[in-house]
């Protein structure tokens, strides 16, 4: 059975960086694109970024670009979204979700439906 974790969420002041993990079990996570969202109460959930199987194709939200890093350690089965200047619209619970390319290893969008394996989330709050 596919599962996904998520970790590193907390409390973190503005200005500050936080480090999310999505760890695989029960399949490998190097075959799927991994895509990052977010959703904050009383939002939409939001894509912030996916990383595709081939690791030649990333992208990132507008609102997050410069400060959101998508990266993967096949090794150890899991992929990383690191988190820098973080400030309190950043605030969300946060899901990683993984979906396997059947044609195209560039396959990557920030769309959830395009996903069919989801994590149970991770929060982040940024407060002072």
């Known amino acids: 059975q596919l599962q996904l974790v998520e970790s590193g969420g907390g409390l973190v002041q503005p200005g500050g960086s936080l480090r999310l993990s999505c760890a695989a079990s029960g399949f490998t996570l190097k075959d799927y694109a991994i895509g990052w969202f977010r959703q904050a109460p009383g939002k939409e959930r939001e894509g912030v970024s996916c990383?595709?199987?081939?690791?030649?194709?990333?992208i990132y939200a507008d609102s997050v670009k410069g400060r959101f890093t998508s990266s993967r350690d096949n090794a150890e089965n899991t992929v990383y979204l690191q988190i820098d200047s973080l400030s309190p619209e950043d605030t969300a619970v946060y899901y990683c979700?993984?979906?396997?390319?059947?044609?195209?290893?560039?396959?990557?969008?920030?769309?959830?439906?395009?996903?069919?394996?989801w994590g149970q989330g991770t929060q982040v709050t940024v407060s002072s």
């Open positions: 990383i595709s199987r081939s690791r030649d194709h990333t």
């Open positions: 979700a993984a979906v396997r390319p059947r044609y195209n290893p560039n396959l990557c969008a920030l769309l959830p439906g395009l996903f069919d394996s």
